[in-house]
C-alpha cells in the first residue's frame, strides 16, 4: 500500500490526521497535510481508506500494491 496526499489541493480539514496520526499530520503555519509514512504497515490498512474516503478534497490517494 501506497499513500500519497496532493499539498496543491488539500483542504487542512484535519480529517486524515484525526483517522490515522501515524501516517499524516499537518503543517504548523496553514494545516496542509503532510505524509509521515508513504508505505504504512497493513493494519492500518481500514484507517487509511477511510481516510481517502473521507477527504474532502481528494486529496488523499490510496494504491494498493
Known sequence: MKVTADQNICASSGQCVALAPRVFDQRDEDGVV???DENPPEELAEALR???RVCPSGAIKIVEE
Open 34 to 36: 503532510v505524509v509521515l
Open 50 to 52: 477511510q481516510a481517502e
